[in-house]
């Protein structure tokens, strides 16, 4: 059962440089998104997806880039890599509507920018 | 925009002690959300509260929402070691239900 699976776990990248951060979840969840935590801060989303072809922006997108081409995978793209984007990274989906859903979530991906 | 408050930032007590953390939104909420993080984990959900005065309970915990769905709270009775981690709210913005507004977490420390 693997639910919802995030790769890499953890990525090291250099100022100006661009990535993907992929996530994929087996439970046909309609419902996918992105967040960002920091230290002593709670999620923040960043964009997210209410099912294949349609994704729209959350609280802090700028800098990031997200696509929904089939209902299993919702992929993070970095455009060029800011020391503010080192954050951990989580990815989460839900049967459907996301407030009103229980969020199911990756493990995350550390992602340090130097 | 919409904010959801959560207090305190942290708590510690002795294994065996009670633990409250409390959310507030200045906004009417239309259902509140609970989840447990584990250090170095990801949140795993816990609960849903729905309903005005609403009280669910799983074992030691015990979740309230408010009368007016303005705020909610969660209680650990007895705590124990497996019980350490943050535990944060998140509740939908506004009407759209389409994003979670999280609350920053109350990390929960048991004193050796």
């Known amino acids: 059962n693997a639910g919802v699976t995030q790769t890499p776990k953890f990525q090291v990248l250099k100022t100006g440089q661009s990535m993907t951060l992929q996530c994929a979840q087996d439970?046909?969840?309609?419902?996918m998104s992105w967040y960002r935590q920091d230290p002593g801060m709670g999620l923040r989303l960043i964009h997210y997806?209410?099912?294949?072809?349609?994704?729209d922006q959350g609280e802090v997108p700028n800098g990031y880039n997200v696509s929904r081409s089939t209902t299993e995978d919702f992929p993070l793209r970095l455009l060029s890599a800011a020391p503010s984007q080192t954050s951990v990274y989580f990815c989460a989906s839900s049967q459907s509507i996301g407030g009103r859903q229980p969020q199911h979530f990756g493990d995350g991906t550390r992602l340090s920018i130097l | 925009g919409q904010q959801v408050m959560q207090i305190p930032q942290y708590q510690h007590v002795q294994e065996g002690e009670d633990f409250t953390t409390y959310c507030n939104s200045s906004t009417t909420l239309s259902n509140i959300q609970w989840y447990k993080q584990r250090p170095g984990g990801h949140p795993v959900f816990l609960i849903q509260l729905v309903k005005s005065g609403e009280v669910k309970k799983q074992k030691r915990l015990t979740f309230q929402f408010g009368e007016a769905k303005k705020n909610s709270s969660l209680h650990i009775t007895a705590t124990q070691t497996t019980d350490v981690g943050t535990y944060f709210c998140a509740a939908p913005e506004g009407d759209s239900n389409y994003q979670l507004i999280w609350g920053a977490g109350t990390k929960l420390i048991i004193k050796p």
């Open positions: 997806s209410v099912g294949a072809g349609i994704t």
């Open positions: 439970m046909n969840h309609e419902y």
